[in-house]
């Protein structure tokens, strides 16, 4: 089981890499051709920030946290006795388990595919002046029939 563990561990470890050196290469790229070229690459800064920064923070966390890497305020533990010590970490785990699947539940719950189901009355509401196509409900401006 260990050595299954360390496979995923090292193939997550490395897509967060890879994921990592796409996302330099193409900020880098963008911002070339932003001030040298001006002409920015479309969708640089929605692929940044919403796929790649993802996959390099989440995908490497496992191994920041085998590493013990993470930021950690341990004067309070350090001085209480061994067993009370081994009680808090372990209340500790258990909260940051059901933290991290809260958050996995709320990612999937307001995934696209969620999202999809709605796409029908966003449509209609987008077809409306005045309102973005993104949401329904957020007004651009005054629409033209209010004036």
């Keep these: 089981m260990e050595k299954l563990l360390n496979g995923c561990e090292k193939a997550l470890t490395s897509v967060a890499v890879f994921a990592t050196f796409i996302m330099m290469l193409l900020t880098t790229a963008d911002a070339a051709g932003r001030y040298l070229l001006n002409r920015p690459i479309t969708g640089a800064y929605e692929m940044t920030t919403n796929y790649l920064m993802v996959c390099a923070i989440f995908l490497a966390m496992t191994f920041a946290y085998r590493g013990g890497a993470n930021i950690r305020v ?19 785990q258990i909260f940051s388990i059901l933290y991290c699947s809260a958050l996995v539940y709320a990612v999937q719950a307001s995934s696209p595919h969620h999202c999809n189901r709605h796409h029908v009355k966003q449509h209609r509401d987008s077809a ?13 401006g005054i629409p033209d029939d209010a004036r």
């Design 74 to 92: 341990t004067f309070l533990v350090d001085r209480l006795p061994r067993l009370v010590k081994l009680v808090v970490n372990h209340l500790v």
């Design 128 to 140: 409306r002046p005045g309102l973005s196509a993104g949401s329904g409900r957020t007004p651009l």
